[in-house]
T-cell receptor, first 114, second 116 residues
Framework: DAEITQSPRHKITETGRQVTLACHQT?????MFWYRQDLGHGLRLIHY???????NKGEVSDGYSVSRSNTEDLPLTLESAASSQTSVYFC?????????????FGEGSRLTVL | QQQVKQSPQSLIVQKGGISIINCAYE??????FPWYQQFPGKGPALLIA?????SEKKEGRFTISFNKSAKQFSLHIMDSQPGDSATYFC???????????????FGQGTILTVHP
């Protein structure tokens, strides 16, 4: 079955370190998204991509970067981790042109920055 | 900048009761309003969705009521069951043609607990 997988599922790191969260989908979806989930804030969009070589900033993009070199993967990089980036991160994908349909989410990556 | 406001933050309901979660939006250029359900340790999954040209959509025990003039929409869960205990998110999608097209804006989430 097609799916979307995130790794690692849990990560503890130290302030200032670079961290990369992986996201891989096998649906061949054009659109991929990274959200962070924090209590009281819901899901906030970090970065998104509508296709290979396309990346765009979301509402909370400072300190994060993404790259899209193929259809299946959209890794999220924290250049220099900060305690404020402790959160649960969700990757999502959707078919069609510029997300005209349902979002399919991974199971999340819990990141703790000490 | 939160464009979709969701309430309450948490909700406790007895089995068999009605759960009601409300959302209000500010941007009138939204054209699609989904609700997502998230169980602990899992990612959100689409539950039900509505477009602004209808006032109500029902799927089983779940109903969305939409009030376009008030810019509000709500999720009603009839005959609530312990298995409905989860976090619920409302969301809104900007219509095509603008620079924000395709980007869902989510509400803050509601943690629903249904007691047996």
């Amino acid at each position: 079955d097609a799916e979307i997988t995130q790794s690692p599922r849990h990560k503890i790191t130290e302030t200032g370190r670079q961290v990369t969260l992986a996201c891989h989908q096998t649906w061949n979806h054009n659109n991929m998204f990274w959200y962070r989930q924090d209590l009281g804030h819901g899901l906030r969009l970090i970065h998104y991509s509508y296709g290979v070589q396309d990346t765009n900033k979301g509402e909370v993009s400072d300190g994060y970067s993404v790259s899209r070199s193929n259809t299946e993967d959209l890794p999220l990089t924290l250049e220099s981790a900060a305690s404020s980036q402790t959160s649960v991160y969700f990757c999502a994908s959707s078919p069609g042109l510029r997300n005209t349909g349902e979002l399919f989410f991974g199971e999340g990556s819990r990141l703790t920055v000490l | 900048q939160q464009q979709v406001k969701q309430s309450p933050q948490s909700l406790i309901v007895q089995k068999g009761g009605i759960s009601i979660i409300n959302c209000a939006y500010e941007n009138t250029a939204f054209d699609y309003f989904p609700w997502y359900q998230q169980f602990p340790g899992k990612g959100p999954a689409l539950l039900i969705a509505i477009r602004p040209d209808v006032s109500e959509k029902k799927e089983g025990r779940f109903t969305i009521s939409f009030n376009k003039s008030a810019k509000q929409f709500s999720l009603h869960i009839m005959d609530s069951q312990p298995g409905d205990s989860a976090t619920y998110f409302c969301a809104a999608r900007p219509r095509a043609g603008g620079t924000s097209y395709g980007k869902l804006t989510f509400g803050q989430g509601t943690i629903l607990t249904v007691h047996p």
